[in-house]
């Protein structure tokens, strides 16, 4: 796995944590960022901090793309998992330009298929592909 798949990884740990906690994502950052040493350290990367402030900066519009193209999904019915899988995937697709947007959908899909059902995978890569056709179209 990549350095940057393993930052993914990380960012939608954290995502999910504060969706599900109800807290702010980059809040949970500082609190996770530590300097620790040992076995057991688990030291925050960059990229995740960068992807970490993508989206909470971005956190309306991309929560607005998914209301909009999450066809027959409310925001609160969606899975928590998908929910962030597809923060993180809009937000690289949108206003991550040193990511193309095959990279972004196909990280999505891999964090999908890992830690979400058969189904989740499949409905991600639909909404992630539509957001990539129009994303010249959203104001940034």
Do not use: C
Not at 86 to 94: D, F
């Amino acid at each position: 796995m990549s350095a940057r798949s393993k930052a993914r990884k990380q960012t939608l740990d954290l995502l999910y944590e504060s969706d599900i906690r109800g807290s702010s994502a980059a809040d949970l950052l500082l609190l996770r960022d530590v300097a620790e040493s040992g076995p057991d350290a688990r030291p925050i990367r960059d990229f995740t901090k960068v992807l970490i402030a993508g989206v909470t900066e971005n956190r309306r519009k991309i929560d607005e793309l998914i209301a909009t193209y999450a066809q027959g999904w409310d925001m609160d019915r969606l899975p928590a998992v998908d929910r962030n899988i597809m923060r993180l995937g809009i937000y690289e697709i949108v206003w991550a330009d040193d990511v193309a947007d095959g990279i972004a959908i196909d990280e999505a899909l891999n964090l999908a298929k890992e830690l979400s059902t058969d189904e989740s995978a499949g409905y991600i890569h639909g909404v992630l592909g539509r957001i990539s056709t129009i994303k010249a179209s959203i104001a940034r």
